[in-house]
């Protein structure tokens, strides 16, 4: 059963974390609206941690939202998949999700 992780130091640089100069709500808002569209429905959803958990067929999705200070927050996804082999389709998965909410949200560059 395949998992991915993502984290900020990360090899794979899609399985990075992401970090926006939005708030919380914003960042809540636009995974909920990404994640929905991917057809995955919500399992949980705790707003003192930041946490939930989303579920498709044969995967289960948590998604972490940390907000550092007011317009500082990061993303972070672990993906674990019901599946025997996955040949990185998962990874896949979450760098389009990423490409998306960096559609939506205002992504900080590191130098």
Not at 36 to 60: A, M, N, P, W
Not at 72 to 89: P, S, Y
Request: include cysteine.
């Amino acid at each position: 059963m395949p998992i991915y992780r993502t984290t900020d130091s990360n090899k794979d640089a899609r399985l990075q974390t992401r970090w926006y100069q939005n708030d919380y709500k914003e960042c809540q808002q636009a995974v909920l609206t990404i994640l929905k569209g991917f057809g995955y429905s919500l399992k949980h959803q705790d707003d003192t941690y930041g946490e939930f958990i989303f579920e498709r067929k044969s995967e289960t999705l948590d998604v972490k939202v940390v907000s550092l200070q007011r317009r500082q927050t990061a993303i972070d996804f672990v993906l674990n998949a019901d599946v025997m082999f996955d040949f990185g389709r998962r990874k896949a998965v979450i760098a389009e999700i990423y490409a998306r909410l960096q559609k939506l949200l205002n992504e900080k560059k590191f130098n």
